[in-house]
């Protein structure tokens, strides 16, 4: 199970509250021994409960692909043996960082069963790790992420806790610490069991709480020059998370540049930024006609809107139709053509689209599109195929077309009934996407109504050759 964990400080005497950290916690369940517990489902009741399980599975996918896409990205980069140091810089040696430190686990450290306290494992790897971290700088350093706290074991009261920290690599205003802790009992000290692993990342501030530069770091031979790329590898991917992720829109650029290692994180974001933009409220009904409507929502500098009809089909079949973007020209006359650049896997595609320009004279505009499906995690859950750009280096803007971009949008198809679909298309309108709907926002026509009545055509005529879909989605 997944727990999210925020925690806020007050000052009551200034009547300021402000947020700490934030963190998501895996538990496993389990008899005495180590057999696991199948838990019961969770069902969620609100609509933000829902949204807030369908993206703890977007998470799930990360963490459980995060291993494989550090060997990736150290496969395809060009692993450098040797680290090349300036000789007019600071340069330390990583083994005068090493620190070790044994524990003994006490009753007060351990909980009614008799294991220890997951917090008091963390506590006392902090500890070593901030030790490491200070032998660097020669400083007192700042935690400010802790990158994947995995248990792999328990202690119990008694037994003995090896802990041991060095930095792995320095960056210029940061550095990650490797930390691990062991266990054994008295009189076994050969038979350690390994507890945890985890790699924090601290920082030294200044008088005026800015990072300062750290001294570079030099690896010993063998472990320590793996552990320094690894260590590379995992702040390319923090980065990813931080600015796909975790800033806001107005922070980075709509479109992000696609790479291999990076796809677990932008297929998240694309997913989870049109699922919480779904949940939003204050939605306004602009416009209506034979049941298809037109409402808008707008949210600081964004404006959003979205589209929603009734189809008497299948919510499975409606996802299956409408997953194939390349098809999209048969119904909509806003895409003048599309065609796939690379099938990532059966969840995630890139598509090229290009659409005819508003303004007369003007030209084309066109669009590289991560396209990303996912079916239902639970019931009441929809299914979802999200839209956002990316930037590839094989498709570049070039003078013949307007690059576009496309920051949130997409589907969401939600069974309603036996055989009554709520489909509904999101969109939070960039500057490129605007023109096409502010002329129905305000009122002036009904072209969203004519593009969904052929889309809800389109599905009728389709629904008939599921087989072929399913074949060609490998479904």
């Given at each position: 199970?997944?727990?999210?964990?925020?925690?806020?400080c007050?000052?009551?005497?200034?009547?300021?509250?402000w947020n700490?950290?934030?963190?998501?916690?895996t538990?496993v369940?389990?008899?005495?021994?180590t057999e696991k517990?199948?838990l019961?489902?969770?069902?969620p009741y609100?609509q933000e409960?829902q949204?807030?399980y369908?993206?703890?599975?977007?998470?799930?996918?990360?963490?459980?692909a995060?291993?494989?896409?550090?060997?990736?990205l150290?496969l395809?980069?060009a692993?450098?043996?040797e680290?090349n140091?300036?000789?007019?810089?600071?340069?330390?040696?990583?083994?005068k960082t090493r620190v070790?430190?044994?524990?003994?686990?006490l009753?007060?450290?351990?909980?009614?069963?008799?294991y220890?306290?997951?917090g008091?494992?963390?506590?006392w790897?902090?500890n070593?790790?901030?030790i490491a971290?200070?032998r660097l700088?020669n400083?007192?350093?700042?935690?400010?992420?802790?990158?994947?706290f995995?248990?792999?074991?328990?202690s119990?009261v008694g037994?003995?806790?090896v802990?041991?920290?060095?930095?792995n690599?320095?960056?210029?205003?940061?550095?990650?610490v490797?930390?691990?802790?062991?266990?054994?009992?008295?009189?076994?000290?050969?038979?350690?069991?390994h507890?945890n692993s985890?790699?924090?990342?601290f920082i030294?501030?200044d008088?005026?709480?800015?990072?300062?530069t750290?001294?570079?770091?030099?690896?010993e031979?063998?472990?320590?020059?793996?552990?320094?790329n690894?260590?590379?590898?995992r702040?390319?991917?923090?980065?990813d998370?931080k600015?796909?992720i975790?800033?806001k829109?107005?922070e980075?650029?709509?479109?992000?540049?696609?790479?291999?290692?990076?796809?677990?994180y932008?297929?998240?974001n694309?997913?989870?930024a049109?699922k919480m933009?779904a949940?939003k409220?204050n939605w306004v009904l602009?416009?209506?006609k034979?049941?298809?409507k037109?409402s808008?929502?707008?949210d600081g500098?964004?404006?959003?809107?979205?589209i929603?009809?009734?189809?008497?089909?299948?919510?499975s079949?409606?996802?299956?139709?409408?997953?194939?973007?390349?098809?999209?020209?048969?119904?909509?006359?806003?895409?003048?053509?599309?065609?796939?650049?690379?099938?990532?896997n059966d969840?995630?595609?890139?598509?090229h689209l290009?659409?005819?320009?508003?303004?007369?004279?003007s030209k084309f505009?066109?669009?590289?599109l991560l396209a990303s499906?996912?079916?239902?995690c639970?019931a009441g859950?929809?299914?979802?195929i999200a839209?956002?750009s990316?930037?590839?280096?094989?498709h570049?803007?070039?003078s013949?077309?307007?690059?576009?971009?496309v920051?949130?949008a997409g589907f969401?198809?939600?069974?309603?009934?036996?055989?009554q679909?709520?489909?509904?298309?999101y969109?939070?309108?960039?500057p490129e996407v605007l023109?096409?709907?502010t002329?129905?926002?305000?009122?002036l026509?009904?072209?969203?109504?004519?593009t969904f009545?052929s889309?809800?055509?389109?599905?009728?005529?389709n629904?008939?050759?599921?087989?072929?879909?399913m074949?060609?989605?490998?479904?």
């Amino acid at each position: 199970m997944e727990v999210g964990i925020q925690v806020s400080c007050e000052n009551l005497f200034q009547g300021k509250e402000w947020n700490v950290c934030k963190a998501f916690a895996t538990f496993v369940a389990s008899k005495q021994g180590t057999e696991k517990i199948r838990l019961k489902p969770f069902e969620p009741y609100t609509q933000e409960e829902q949204v807030e399980y369908s993206i703890a599975a977007e998470r799930r996918r990360m963490r459980l692909a995060h291993a494989e896409t550090i060997k990736a990205l150290l496969l395809k980069s060009a692993v450098q043996e040797e680290c090349n140091q300036s000789e007019t810089v600071n340069v330390v040696p990583a083994e005068k960082t090493r620190v070790e430190s044994v524990e003994l686990v006490l009753p007060p450290h351990a909980n009614h069963q008799g294991y220890t306290f997951g917090g008091q494992i963390m506590a006392w790897m902090e500890n070593v790790a901030t030790i490491a971290a200070s032998r660097l700088c020669n400083s007192y350093a700042t935690l400010r992420t802790i990158d994947m706290f995995h248990f792999r074991g328990p202690s119990q009261v008694g037994d003995r806790l090896v802990l041991k920290a060095i930095v792995n690599s320095a960056f210029k205003n940061s550095m990650e610490v490797g930390v691990c802790a062991h266990a054994y009992r008295e009189g076994s000290e050969d038979s350690l069991r390994h507890l945890n692993s985890a790699f924090m990342t601290f920082i030294v501030l200044d008088k005026e709480g800015q990072p300062i530069t750290l001294p570079q770091i030099k690896p010993e031979p063998g472990d320590g020059v793996r552990r320094y790329n690894e260590a590379n590898a995992r702040k390319k991917l923090r980065l990813d998370r931080k600015y796909i992720i975790s800033c806001k829109q107005t922070e980075v650029p709509l479109s992000v540049p696609w790479d291999p290692c990076n796809q677990v994180y932008l297929s998240y974001n694309n997913v989870s930024a049109l699922k919480m933009l779904a949940a939003k409220r204050n939605w306004v009904l602009d416009s209506e006609k034979n049941k298809v409507k037109l409402s808008t929502l707008e949210d600081g500098q964004f404006l959003s809107f979205k589209i929603e009809m009734e189809v008497p089909l299948e919510a499975s079949t409606i996802f299956l139709i409408l997953s194939d973007l390349t098809r999209r020209t048969e119904w909509d006359s806003h895409y003048q053509k599309c065609e796939v650049i690379q099938k990532v896997n059966d969840d995630d595609t890139i598509y090229h689209l290009i659409t005819p320009s508003v303004k007369e004279g003007s030209k084309f505009q066109d669009f590289v599109l991560l396209a990303s499906r996912r079916k239902p995690c639970a019931a009441g859950d929809p299914f979802v195929i999200a839209f956002r750009s990316v930037t590839l280096p094989t498709h570049l803007a070039t003078s013949e077309y307007t690059r576009g971009e496309v920051q949130c949008a997409g589907f969401s198809i939600l069974q309603q009934g036996d055989s009554q679909t709520k489909v509904t298309y999101y969109n939070q309108a960039s500057p490129e996407v605007l023109p096409y709907i502010t002329t129905d926002i305000a009122g002036l026509s009904s072209g969203y109504y004519t593009t969904f009545e052929s889309c809800l055509k389109y599905i009728e005529r389709n629904k008939n050759n599921i087989t072929l879909f399913m074949q060609e989605h490998k479904l």
